[in-house]
């Protein structure tokens, strides 16, 4: 019995070291398919950006004139004016310190200051510590914010979390109802009220329905209209202080869902939703749309927030955890396996 029961444990270990391995090799493929998705998805950028950057740096002698094009190189790729300036200054303290002279030398510089920017506000997704863990998702209309909420729920409920949503957004039309499709489609719960009803009553049902359903995710729709500037807000802090009183704690998180095809209005967009609502991070979305990728420097140097998600396609998993190191190395074309 001793020797059946040692190998029947032996047997059970082996079983799951090998589930462990099995599961281990199924996320290094859709990490490596999801970076193979991001360097394609930031083709347009690189081609606007990059290319021009390793013009400016080839055979040429570093000088004011270089820094000058390069500071432009930046500004219209969308890196914003203040960051463009910041980036090009610290090149200039790094050339005197380093004593650089062949402007090749200055590409490696550039890109370790970029993953250095990056990293300044970097953060991931905060880790559930209560039931239920809300998200509130903020952003202008068609910036992506239903398709962000489907991927994130998707994304929870493979993880076996219970995930509710609540559709927040009561203005829009259509807009209960395409997040409705989304619950469905992906098999999970729907809080939801008529066309125009109050969104603050939608979020307080939300929120004891998680309670009571013993809901390990909420994820909450919200309108966004920024025309009326003042109504946003006012209905956006309305919205916010109803959960967190319902809740007893702060929101775990409170994203602005921004569309990377709209370069430096991102960041208009971000202090305006910023003023309403206390946000902790960025979804950025459409990033495989654009050749002004360089608006996620932008935001995170000029925010002080951290773009923790970004999107680059349709399919569920096209939604990923931002990463500086993964993003300058799709971007810049160096391998894989240096990233």
Known sequence: MFWKKMFGEGKKQEQE????KQEQQHVQEKERGFFQKLVSGLEKTKQGFVDKVEQIMTGRKVDEELFEELEEALIQADC??????FLVDRLRERVKEEKITESE?????LVEEIVLLLQKNAATLKTPEDRPYVLMVV???????TTTIGKLAYRFKEENAKVLLAAGDTFRAGAIDQLEVWANR??????KHQEGSDPAAVAYDAINAAKARKIDVLILDTAGRLQ????LMSELSKVHRVVKRELGRDLDEILLVVDATTGQNALSQARTFQEAVPLTGIALTKLDGTAKG????????ELNLAVKLVGVGEQYEDLQDFDAN??????FGASRENA
């Open 17 to 20: 070291k090998q589930a462990q």
């Open 80 to 85: 914003g004016v203040d960051t463009s300036l």
């Open 105 to 109: 030398q200055l590409r490696s510089v």
């Open 139 to 145: 952003g202008v209309n068609g910036a992506g914010k």
């Open 186 to 191: 992906i098999g999970v719960e729907l809080i």
């Open 228 to 231: 009326t500037k003042v109504n």
């Open 294 to 301: 360089g608006i996620v420097l932008a935001l995170a140097n």
């Open 326 to 331: 993964t993003f300058t190395t799709a971007l």
